[in-house]
Structure formats: C-alpha cells, structure tokens
C-alpha cells in the first residue's frame, strides 16, 4: 500500500522512477524507469515526491493570486462601468506583475513607535494559515499534499490564526486605525467561527468522516443540493471570515485608512495583499471541495480541471457581491452571525440529524430526496429568520422602553425621569 | 420582500457589466487584432497577410489607436485662428482685449490707398497663458480675420511657450472653429473632419468678384 497520492499520474511517475515500491500502481516504473534509488530509501523518494508537489501547489496558488488579482480588478470595472487595467501587457494582464515588482522595490517603513518584533511578525504569521490550508485540500484524483483524517477540524483551526496576524499587526503599529480594524477583526471573526463551523456538520453527518478526500468522494449529489442551507451558511461566514466586501470593516477604506494595514508598506504590506487573495481562493477552493463535489465531473477534463472550473463561478460570485453590495456597520455584522446565521446553522445541524437518523446510509435517491427536504426547509427557515429580524431592525439601537427613538416629550413637562 | 433588494444590487452592476465600460480613453487605447485591422480598413485577414508586423503587435495587445470625444463645430479650444490676407492691422482685437495680452506691431506696406489701408503684420503676439478665451477679440474684428481655433492641445513646459506668435499664426492649419461665425455654420463647415478652410470663405461680406463688381458698375449702369 503506497502513499495516496499515487492517483495522479505526474507524482506517481516521480515516485516510481525514484523507489522500487511494491504498489500495484507502481508496476509500469516511471519515465526514466524504475527503482533509481536502491532498496529501503522509499522515504527519501517520499520526501522528494512532497517537496515537488509543495513547491508545485505553492507556486500556483501564488500565480493564480496574480491572475485572480488581475481578474477581479478586470471584473469589478466591468461592473462599474470602467475598463479596469488595460495598459500593462494584453488586456492588463501585466498590471498585478508591475504591482509586485514595485511592491518588491518600494521602501519599507517601520514606524517609530511601533512594536518591531510584532510588527515585523505578523506579515509573515498572516502568509502562515493560507498556506498550511493548501495542505488539505484535494485538488483532483489523488492531487493533495495531506489526506488528513481530520480535515475540516484543521482547516477550521488554521484559518482561524489569521486573527492572531491581524491583531498583532494592529496592536504593533501603535496606530488608532489599525487598532480599531484589528479589534473589529477580531469581533467579526470570532463569531463568524461559530456559524462556519456548525454549517459543516450536516456535511459530516453525511460524510461520515472528517477527511476532505472522504467528502468529497462520498459527493454522489452535490452537497451544495443536499445541505443548501449549509452552504448559504457556510459561504457568507467564509466571505466574512476572509475580511472580504461586504463584511471588510477590518480594513474599511472610508472608514480607517487602509485598517490593520495602515502603517505597512513594501513587502510587507504585499504580503498581507497576497495572504487575503490567496485566502479568497482557497476559500474558494474549500467550498468547492465540500459542497460542489471537489473535481468530480465527466471524464473528458481531468480532475484537476474540474476542480478549477468549478472554482471560477465561486469567486466570480464573490466578487461580484464585491461590487454589487455596501459594507455592513460591525454591529449589523455581528447582529447578522448571532442572530441570523447561528440559528440558521443551528436548524441546520437539528435537520440533518434528523435525516442521517432516518436514511443512516443513504442511497443516490435517498440523497436526492433529502435535497429536496432540505430545500424546503432552507425556504422556511430563511423566511422564518429574516422576517424575525424585520425589515430595517437588525442592529437598529433600541431604548430602554422599546421605542428604537425616544419620543417626543410633551411641552412643560420636565426632562427626566420618565420610566 | 425581505432580502430581495440584495438580489436588485446583484442585477444592477450585471446591467453594468453586460453594457460594458462607458470610459473614453483619451488620448488613446489599446486594441486587439480586430480593432487594429477595422482602424486601417482591412479585413482581420488581409491584415494579417499584408502587414504580419502589426498585425502580431494588436494580437499582443499593444497596438494604440486615437480615442477621442467628437468635438462639436462650435467647440472653441486654446489657439486662435487668424487669416493673414484679411487683417488689415487695425489692432481693434489688442485694443478690445480685456486682459492686454493681444500685442501687434505694423509698418506701412507697398498696397496703394486705393486698395484698402493694410500694414504689414510685424508682431502679432497672443499670450494665451494669460488669455481667459472670451472671445471678444474674435467678436470685433471688422474683416473676420481673427477666429477661434478648434484645436485644444496645447500644453508646454515653460510659460513663455505659451505665446503664440504671428509666424506660428501663419503657419497654422487653418480650422477656425464656428464659434461666432454664423456664415461658416450655414456652409455646413465642420473644423473636426480636418478641412482647411481658405481665407476668402471665412468672412461675413465676401469681397465680390469681378464679375459681379462689373455687373454691378458697368452693365446695370
């Protein structure tokens, strides 16, 4: 039994060349042959095989940061009725290349005041999560760097370190802005966890188990059909959880400056750039991977591509609310999680119980027909919530007396003491 | 309904989208094969074959082509239009500029009296760095020798650049604009289409020809 990742033709043909596995897989050798380095050396052709496939995923989650910037910037002008970047290369198609190479040449500041080990830190503390997430998602048929039992547990863990960046790059600037975009950071993230993480638990129930590789292989239906409340759930909580329009009040533009970032630049502040899209993308890439079925489809694309073809509608959604919808107030933000989406997510989990109880394995069919209870279930219970929440309500300050304005007083009344 | 006006926000910017940018890229943008054979008039393919230079170019995306808003004919720019054959050196334009700037200097000429009291034009210096473009030194010339021009171009690097001299009037396109012209925008003239307007069909009272001055004097006397 050899390493997983001898599904995908191009690691198993650097792996076989290199060790003399036994793997069934591995008995047609590699390119160049079979067996290269002698008997008992199978881990270093194992360590050679995941540095390869790590440099690979790395360097294209990277290059598709660049193209995805280019995208958006492209998409968001269309939408606003500009041309966005189209001087630099074919279309733009330079711009984000001309943008890092400036951003590798410009001076970087660190100021006076600031605390330099924590300022210094925290770029590189934000670089961290997004790409250790890269580590579990399966990006094809045997494409993954990690099939880790626990998956969705670690996904859900790692990206919550980026509040860690995102406070200590507020609290090392010693600057007010940066200070309050960190500490609404910090409140928006700790509540969105809540939701993110309850919405998932319908698909576990179905899954039956933790590992990315097993969700996705257990997708005869799309999740996205069958836990469409946990997929509403778990998207507007991820969009939230990545700082992203329209739940960006930690860096707030009109608001803060440029937020926690405020006082970075250089690298550094590229860095930060860097981590939120490649965040957005491998957000992306996880929703994908949990509710779209992964890189399953018709055989004529090969996985992978599946894979990144079902991943552009995801962030062409995400940027198209971008441009579409205003920023939230942080209190409507948080008003939204605790009161909205945690109930939603909460009917959620009780539905989904109650299903996986009824059809404890479920056929096809049975998944088919839990979709569309469940549908009927996202229509009600969204109808429910919202029209609890009412039209202009959420997150409107309210009296002591229940009025959300005090009233008028009545001439010669004395002020005071009206209860 | 609640959560719908989301879905409009939605609908509003895909309007956007499919509508596609609004924006004029002056002075110019960039075009795709396409674009760069329908701005030479050649078919993508003829192009292609005639010249493969440029036609590789566009399909890189490097290929510029003039991206301007249409000016209107009455559009008056920062440059003047002045025809030197109708100036009688009167200096009623330097007289009548509220800000001075207009500056002409004349000398007596070889035309006899009989034919009209014209100077030689020595200095004829507009210093459109101080000019506020009224238009008044347009409105009073007797002879509609002096027109506003068309042209709006006309940034330098120095202040003294800006001063438009009585060689470089000369040596201007003449595409006066139809601003206060009345006679020109009944021709159907348009200074934008690149025409050079000739110095006896720029004025109100055309002087007759001989034909009509014998007409006029000698048969129907």
């Known amino acids: 039994m050899g390493p997983n990742f001898l599904d995908n033709s191009f690691f198993r043909n650097i792996y076989c060349n290199l060790s003399e596995s036994d793997d069934i897989r591995c008995s047609g050798g590699g390119w160049l042959g079979d067996g290269l380095l002698p008997g008992g050396f199978e881990w270093l052709a194992f360590l050679i095989t995941a540095i390869v496939m790590a440099m690979v995923l790395i360097n294209l989650v990277l290059g598709s940061v660049l193209i995805f910037i280019w995208a958006e910037r492209r998409l968001l002008g269309r939408f606003q009725s500009r041309s966005g970047p189209n001087r630099w290369g074919p279309y733009g198609t330079l711009t984000p290349v001309a943008d890092a190479i400036k951003t590798l040449f410009k001076e970087d500041i660190v100021p006076t005041a600031a605390d330099r080990w924590v300022f210094n830190a925290a770029p590189i503390i934000m670089m961290v999560p997004a790409m250790m997430v890269l580590a579990v998602i399966p990006w094809g048929t045997g494409t993954f760097l990690a099939d880790l039992n626990i998956g969705i547990l670690f996904i859900i863990a790692i990206t919550s370190l980026s509040t860690f960046a995102i406070v200590m790059a507020g609290w090392g600037s010693q600057n007010r802005y940066a200070m309050f975009g960190a500490m609404r950071a910090v409140a928006m993230l700790i509540s969105y966890e809540i939701p993110m993480a309850l919405s998932l638990i319908g698909v576990l129930m179905l899954a039956g188990s933790l590992s990315l590789v097993s969700v996705v292989n257990a997708q005869d239906v799309p999740f996205i059909l069958v836990q469409p409340l946990g997929f509403l759930v778990f998207f507007i909580a991820s969009v939230a959880e990545i700082n992203r329009a329209p739940f960006d009040v930690a860096e707030a533009e009109s608001e803060l400056g440029a937020g926690y970032h405020s006082d970075y630049s250089g690298m550094k502040f590229g860095l930060f750039v860097n981590a939120e899209f490649m965040a957005t993308i491998l957000s992306a890439a996880v929703i994908v991977a949990v509710f779209l079925s992964g890189g399953r489809g018709w055989d004529f694309i090969p996985s992978q591509g599946w894979f990144i073809i079902k991943m552009v509608p995801v962030l062409f959604f995400i940027v198209w609310t971008r441009a579409s919808w205003p920023r939230l107030r942080i209190d409507q933000i948080l008003t939204f999680a605790w009161k909205g989406l945690i109930i939603l997510a909460f009917i959620n989990v009780a539905v989904s119980a109650i299903l996986s109880f009824v059809w404890p394995d479920p056929s096809t069919a049975e998944l088919w027909l839990m979709a569309a209870i469940n549908f009927g279930v996202l229509i009600v219970s969204v109808l429910a919530v919202g029209s609890w929440f009412g039209p202009g309500t959420a997150g409107t300050p309210k009296m002591a007396h229940g009025d959300s304005l005090p009233r008028p007083r009545p001439a010669g009344q004395p002020s005071g003491g009206d209860s | ?221």
């Open chain 2, 1 to 221: 309904m609640i959560g719908l006006g989301l879905f409009n926000g939605l609908v509003v910017t895909m309007k956007a989208a499919i509508r596609g940018p609004v924006t004029v890229q002056y002075p110019d943008r960039r075009v795709g094969l396409l674009g760069a054979a329908r701005e030479v008039g050649l078919s993508p393919f003829q192009f292609l074959i005639k010249r493969p230079k440029d036609a590789v170019k566009a399909a890189a995306g490097f290929a510029t082509v003039e991206d301007k808003v249409k000016q209107a004919p009455r559009f008056r720019g920062q440059d003047f239009n002045w025809y030197e054959e109708r100036c009688t050196g009167c200096a009623s334009c330097a007289k009548f500029c509220p800000l001075g700037i207009i500056k002409i200097e004349t000398s007596p000429s070889a035309t006899l009296e009989s034919e009209g009291e014209v100077y030689n034009i020595d200095v004829f210096d507009i210093d459109i760095g101080r000019c506020m473009f009224c238009g008044i030194c347009v409105e009073v010339c007797p002879y509609d020798a002096l027109h506003m021009g068309s042209g709006f171009e006309s940034g330098q690097y120095e202040r003294k650049d800006l001063v438009i001299t009585v060689d470089e009037l000369k040596a201007k396109k003449k595409t006066p604009s139809t601003w206060f012209r009345p006679q020109m925008e009944a021709a159907g003239y348009d200074p934008h289409s690149g025409e050079d307007r000739p110095w006896d069909d720029a004025g109100r009272h055309e002087q007759p020809g001989d034909e009509k001055l014998t007409e006029r004097w000698v048969n129907d006397r």
